[in-house]
């Protein structure tokens, strides 16, 4: 079966649109202004000379989608209402009306687009998906049964499972689902192995760290999964193999303070206050409104000797955190 078009297409335009969007003024736009702006207005042109033609709505829809979806909403729907055999237009509204949150219209609107398209598996995904927001799991669950046998949708159908057992807080099963779901992958989603492994070290089950090294691989400009390894392995108190995790996550972002932080704790709690104050003040200048880091670089130069500097420091973490007592103490005590 033909894949739909109106992600493939919706995709190629958003730098068109956020550039749109950032060259816009500040305040709301009116409908009026968006429709008239630079890249919609000779559509919006041709369509009052052709107000019936349903590609020209189809066509402003996806212009519209990435930044103003209640409008591209009206107009896809337009687009289904002129012609209403093309599945296209009826997902492309039912995307809309997920992004903007009309749930129910949203399950209603892939609804008829399966009636174009019948067992299409993409739309059975995404009208169980509207389902799972109206909290309507049986339809939802039925719809996954169908996608488990379909090679082509049968990660999403497991993913579908492990989400309705999350709403259910039932970890167990949706940890089930979300393994059966990377497992049949043919290339899992990011946010598929971090739920799992998320869901996994709330358990404090190592069997999360591969999941968290397999994002990390698929995203290996992220920091956040192996941060989040770095977590887990100091609750198994590996604590060289949760170091090696923190230093891959800020090669991966040299700019992620979390990191830099955990491994400024470390050391501080193995007495090596020159290697914490190292971290603290990369900490201090990856986020240089950060109270915390500022108070414990100020640690760090306390138990070095360098009190002038530490009290620079204590100030500093007290004038960004007005209720920052330890702060406030420190001050105090080094003012004397």
């Known amino acids: 079966m033909r894949k739909l078009t109106i992600l493939a297409i919706g995709l190629a335009i958003v730098a068109c649109n956020q550039q749109q969007a950032h060259n816009s003024q500040q305040q709301e736009p009116t409908v009026d202004s968006v429709l008239h702006a630079d890249i919609i207005q000779p559509i919006t042109d ?60 949203a399950a209603d609107l892939f609804t008829k687009a399966l009636g174009t398209a019948p067992g299409y598996p993409y739309l059975q995904y995404k009208l169980a998906i509207a389902q799972v927001e109206e909290k309507q799991y049986a339809a939802a669950d039925s719809l996954a049964d169908l996608l488990t046998q379909s090679k082509e949708g049968r990660d999403q159908a497991y993913y579908l499972k492990a989400r309705i057992a999350e709403d259910h807080q039932d970890t167990t099963n949706a940890i089930q689902y979300l393994q059966q779901g990377v497992a049949v992958a043919t290339k899992p989603e990011y946010e598929a192995l971090m739920e799992l492994a998320d869901l996994m070290s709330t358990r404090r089950d190592a069997k999360a760290i591969p999941y968290y090294v397999q994002a990390w691989r698929l995203d290996s400009a992220n920091a956040s999964p192996m941060y989040c390894a770095g977590q887990l392995y100091e609750q198994l108190k590996q604590t060289d193999a949760a170091m090696d995790a923190y230093r891959k996550s800020i090669v991966a972002d040299p700019g992620y303070e979390a990191s830099y932080m955990a491994l400024a704790h470390i050391y501080r709690q193995q007495n090596n206050w020159k290697d914490a104050f190292i971290f603290y003040n990369l900490a201090a200048k990856a986020a240089p409104t950060d109270a915390t880091a500022y108070y414990y670089r100020a640690m760090s130069n306390e138990k070095l000797g360098k009190k002038e500097l530490a009290l620079e420091d204590y100030i500093k973490a007290s004038s960004f955190r007005k209720d920052y007592e330890e702060a406030k103490a420190a001050i105090k005590r080094l003012s004397k």
Not at 61 to 79: G, I, M, S, V
Not at 83 to 96: Q, R
């Open 46 to 105: 041709s369509l009052q000379q052709f107000p019936d033609n349903h590609q020209l709505y189809y066509r402003r829809a996806l212009l519209l989608f990435n930044t103003h979806p209640e409008l591209a909403l009206k107009d896809f729907q337009q687009a289904a209402t002129l012609d209403a055999g093309n599945t296209d237009y009826w997902a492309g509204a039912g995307e809309a009306a997920l992004v903007t949150g009309n749930n129910k219209l």
